[in-house]
DNA sequence: ATATTAATTTCAAACGTTTGCGGTGACGAT
DNA sequence: ATCGTCACCGCAAACGTTTGAAATTAATAT
């Protein structure tokens, strides 16, 4: 018996010929007769053989391994952007190797170390929130190692990148509001040093701007998760004159929110309408449902795949960099009405 | 410039000496002098050697690299033990390969393939709903490659599994059900030829078996997600006798139950108490909460790396098969209540 | 001066595969 | 006989690293 896996060496020996001569049979070479051809490949069926993609790696300088590093995993918006990502790299005959960060920067160095021994061929990365230094991604693209950025980004190092429209997104939500009737709009937002919540912020502004509201700055709180939705919003409704919608930062802090509502005695949408960003199972099941902004993270992550697959096939590394831009869509349900 | 990333040779040729100098200068070796190894670590530095992972894994026939196969990312049970998993290969020092099979037997088997060919050191799976036929997971034992099955297991197949405790969860929901006060309660089942399906089915039975309570075969139907919840919900409160209440095997269909539950007029829990299975976001924002049986989906990716790891390590391929179970508990939330 | 030992270093093979180039043998043409 | 032309196949190097064994150098002992 064999130890290991089938090699070319092993089907060679067996069959009394050399290595090259299996080699160039299996690749059907013009130069190989039909005998030794088919010899050859009944007894690599036979045995099972595979190539040793360690050995073709090495031998070619290249892993077909793409390496992905995203803050976390259970997060459906991310989960869906490596599902994008997995689909696109089966498709291209890629490999994918990945890491999360947990949002620690000393572990995202790690990771990039990782990728480089293992001499991936390109690298997806969503930066860890405490990032701020970048030269390691710089050594990867020092080592000819093309990267694609994907959601949170990093305008320092110019790079491709794919991102969702943020901006249009809230602008989106915002109108949609204003146009069913409502007229005082609270924003429950992210930390403003993230560019996505920037973003979601300046989208508000603008649509309230666009309609002649006047911005309230007592209805903008810093809100973006599940059990602060449940605490500040009961706080919100006490407001002298309270709001008439909330529109939040993402899925949770609007599941939240409605919960929140719903449980001070406000209905909803008749008192209050209710509008969520990234589409995930949660705005599905909520009583009611909620409107939100479908935020397709599959296709972040095929697109960021497609154009990094380019950048491998194309082999150069001084080319122009690309920020491609994922659009949303609002998908309006239960938890907004006309008034 | 040098094209692609520094190697030992050019340590090597920089320096004037040979390669195997330069490596075990690199290791510290004793036989090499304090003068060489210090010249060869700070030019290893200056120049950002990374030792070439690809001709490591050549070298020892051994890659680091522990593959995962999953039916899908986008799922919260599943991304939270790619989380697990992750987290330990990091510790023990391996890299993650992750497939994912989209449910389809074909895409499993290109997945094997392709794990074969990248000479992995071992590989978890959580089987395809569509697999019948274990050769291809045979193969890869056949070839000295450890296998961990995870929550979707083989009983065919005499392997290392670590499991959900299926059965006791359905047991303790069922009971707990009892306990409050419910009489009829309907079940809302997986296909059975799935063993998660099977044992959950089992737990159910034994805890109505245990108070005594007769079976009603008409109160236990197959239905494992959200829109067949909606869709058959209704017809089970049409019964002469309907349901006090429902045991889900798995949460979004107990989220689809509750909507079509309220829908039709019941209340929940006054007049029907629900309980799902694996504890995911969606039970913590519907309306009201539901109860359900957390699943620890990361301790499960956290066991399972563990035991593929010590396999890996052991070396040896005629060990006795284990499997580990990994217990559930009940969170009584707001779906069910005393009657 | 010569042998012995120790301290460093180099050589070469190996892991599995590919690939340019050279080689062999057969066959027909001259 | 000699040459050319095919058809087919093997050699050897290369990818980057490790590692047993051999080689070199220097220092010590006789």
Redesign the interface.
Known sequence: MR???VTIKDIAKELGISASTVSRALKDHPDISSKTKVAVNELAKKW?Y??????L??RH?K?N?IGVIIP?????FF??V??GI?EIA?KAGY??????SNESYE?EI?NV??L????VDGVLVSMSKETKDFSHFK?LRD??IPIVFFDRICNELSSDNVIVDDFAGAFAAVDHLINIGCKRIAHLSAPQHMLLGQNRQKGYRQALIKHKIAIDEDLIIKCDN?EEAMLKTPELLKLSSPPDAIFAVNE?TA??A??AV?KVGFRVPEDISIVGFTD???S????PNLTTLEQHG?EVGLKATELLVDRIKDGEMDYEPVTRVVKTNLIVRGSTREK
């Open positions: 130890s290991g896996q099972n595979r190539p040793n993609a360690v050995a790696s090495l300088s892993s391994i976390e995993i259970v997060h459906h989960s869906s490596i599902s997995e089966y490999n994918v190797m990945m890491f999360q572990r790690a170390q990782a480089l021994s293992s001499r050594e080592n000819g599940y949770l599941a939240g409605l919960l719903k995930g199972l949660v599905r099941v909520t009583d599959f």
